[in-house]
């Protein structure tokens, strides 16, 4: 089954205003990863945060993780059209042979509206 | 520097036939992984290979299904006896070696195999 579950399933908003969107996950983690989809295309990496982090921030955009809860979430402020893309976050998850696996949630379309 | 190279981008084939989609790491990096991702779903691992060793294989099925990364040459999954949904993208992803639990890894543009 998928580690991780996007939260919302689909996001449509307008240009300017900030997108946040939520992952969980289950197991114990080395590190979180996401990446951005566009239609068709293959997954461009955005940001990395480990497991003794907390917030991580890269431009528009800021990704925090809870560990506690199992969760991150990844928020693009002032979004542009170009942000149009589904979303995917991936866990790496812990113990030696499992971190070289990256197991993906099912993902959050974004669409931004002109 | 050109990243991750995947060829064909698109392949169709019917059933019965043979795929075969071959992946070309980027510059340097030493380690494969492919994924399948289904039509509104997410990426699911398949197969994680160094050169000449298949490392993790415990997603891909068991049977029809090979995978390998040779000393010289792209990597190749290999499909055999292809059915209807065995369609779907295939991406191949590479990372450097190095730190082994804190590598990024880089996705090619995928293979979309459409199986008549």
């Known amino acids: 089954s998928q580690q991780g579950e996007e939260d919302p399933q689909a996001l449509s908003i307008q240009e300017g205003e900030n997108a946040t969107m939520n992952c969980s996950y289950k197991?114990?983690?080395?590190?979180l990863q996401w990446y951005r989809q566009n239609s068709g295309r293959g997954l461009v990496h955005l940001i990395l945060?480990?497991?003794?982090?907390r917030e991580k921030h890269s431009g528009r955009l800021r990704v925090t993780l809870d560990t506690s809860k199992k969760s991150s979430s990844l928020l693009i402020t002032a979004s542009r059209a170009a942000d149009t893309a589904s979303y995917f976050c991936a866990t790496g998850p812990g113990g030696v042979q499992g971190a070289q696996k990256l197991v993906f949630g099912q993902g959050t379309r974004l669409t931004i509206n002109p | 520097n050109a990243g991750v190279m995947q060829n064909p981008r698109h392949l169709v084939r019917r059933r019965g036939q043979e795929a075969r989609l071959r992946c070309s790491p980027m510059k340097g990096h030493s380690h494969v992984y492919w994924y399948r991702q289904l039509p509104e779903e997410g990426l699911k691992f398949m197969v994680y290979?160094?050169?000449?060793?298949?490392?993790?294989e415990s997603g891909m099925p068991k049977e029809r299904f090979s995978a390998e990364f040779p000393k010289e040459g792209p990597s190749i999954l290999r499909i055999q006896q292809v059915v209807r949904g065995d369609s779907a993208a295939y991406f191949c992803?590479?990372?450097?070696?190095?730190?082994?639990?804190?590598?990024?890894?880089?996705f090619g543009p995928g293979t979309r195999l459409l199986v008549l």
């Open positions: 197991t114990s983690i080395n590190n």
């Open positions: 290979l160094q050169k000449e060793n298949i490392i993790d």
């Open positions: 992803a590479s990372s450097p070696s190095g730190h082994r639990t804190l590598k990024t890894q880089y």
């Open positions: 945060i480990r497991s003794n982090e």
